[in-house]
């Protein structure tokens, strides 16, 4: 049992940040256009190549520190969580059967007092989870992972919404700025809408990645190179509708989370006392990407959001988030999947050998 455990964790870990590095620059140009007012659509394309002219090369990994620390875990706890789920259910289906044969053997010795036809003993059936059962998993390991997904995910957000030359909005800067100036409770910032976010989404996310695997035929009786094409696919698309089921809410939870509080106290201040506004000055960290707003809640933000850009501001920067979500959850998974059957052939290995020992 923990066996499985510490090997989904260390499987998640692995994963987690093969999809980290291949996601990050679409990643930071997703936070860039759900962040920023514009009245122009910025493309994918353009967006990158401006990235690029800003910063160069390490603007497209602006950020990624934290994830690797925290997301990367974050996927570690979340692919453990839904492992020990999924174990549950299978255990429970087993001790079904036991019952239902022990039922079977009791009637059975009823009969032979009694004379009355006998119970026939049911034939031990496989566990096989239902959609909803992999949905619940993937629900109740969203839940578990939310207290490492809020902190992680602000810090991450922050770091690649910062502008200038300076590019002094790395990970580190970030968590120490945040730490100082709002507190522990800061990290937490956004964390009903990040709740809110992945429950359902992380629940969506691994039934339709069991779906498709089933309705691809993954199961490992075609060839290395189908099987892995297929693995890919399920992953890919469970990424890209477990992003669309929930993507306003997204776009909510970072605009809420790029904002900080010494932030919003000065343009509260400037806003009451213009006559007392200084003149520009460098700060000590630049300043996030918040178009002047200061967001009180989730349904604050999600007014004044509507209020200034219109409806469309809730899918902006789908168009990036869609093209990032299939290859970044088509390697998570397949490395998933390929560091767990690496674990399971190196285990039974290691029993079958321990079996021989005995014999010997």
């Known amino acids: 049992m923990a066996e ?12 987690g940040v093969a999809g980290l590095l291949v996601g990050s620059p679409l990643d930071v140009l997703k936070l860039r256009l759900q962040t920023e007012a514009s009245e122009r659509r910025i493309s994918v394309t353009r967006g990158l190549v401006d990235l690029l002219h800003e910063g160069g090369l390490p603007a497209l990994f602006r950020g990624v ?23 549950y259910f299978e255990d429970q289906h087993r001790e079904n059967n036991l019952t239902l044969a022990a039922k079977a053997r009791d009637a059975g010795l009823q009969h032979h007092e009694t004379h009355t036809p006998a119970l026939m003993m049911p034939a031990e059936v496989p566990f096989r ?20 997904t809020t902190p992680s995910d602000l810090v991450k957000l922050r770091a690649q919404g910062f502008h200038g030359p300076t590019q002094a909005g790395r990970s580190l800067k970030v968590a120490r700025h945040v730490l100082r100036t709002e507190g522990l409770r800061g990290f ?3 964390s009903w809408v990040t709740l809110l976010r992945d429950a359902p989404s992380y629940g969506i996310y691994f039934m339709v990645y069991e779906a498709f695997k089933d309705f ?23 990424g890209v509708i477990g992003w669309v089921s929930i993507y306003p809410l997204d776009v909510i939870k970072s605009r809420l989370q790029v904002q900080s509080v010494s932030n919003n106290a000065q343009q509260e201040k400037q806003m009451r006392h213009p006559h007392l506004a200084k003149a520009p000055c460098t700060p000590i960290t630049p300043k996030p990407i918040t178009n002047g707003q200061v967001y009180k809640g989730i349904i ?6 509507y ?3 219109g409806l469309q501001v809730f899918g902006r920067g789908l168009g990036a988030t869609i093209i990032r979500a299939f290859p970044v959850n088509a390697v998570t ?28």
């Open 333 to 360: 998974f397949f490395v998933y999947e390929v560091m767990m059957e690496l674990y399971n052939t190196m285990y039974h290995s290691e029993k079958v050998a321990r079996a021989d020992d005995y014999i010997k």
């Open 129 to 148: 989870a239902t959609y909803a059962q992999y949905y619940a998993a993937g629900f109740g390991a969203g839940l578990a992972s939310f207290l490492i």
């Open 300 to 305: 604050d933000c999600a007014i004044k959001s």
């Open 65 to 87: 520190g934290s994830p690797i620390v925290g997301l990367a875990g974050l996927n570690a706890i979340l692919f453990a969580s839904y492992g020990g789920i999924m174990r």
């Open 216 to 238: 691809l035929k993954a199961d490992g009786t075609s060839s290395y190179l189908i099987d892995s094409a297929k693995l890919l696919t399920a992953g890919g698309m469970a």
């Open 188 to 190: 937490y910032r956004g």
């Open 307 to 309: 209020r200034q850009e």
């Open 4 to 15: 499985n455990v510490i090997a989904d964790f260390a499987a998640g870990y692995v994963s």
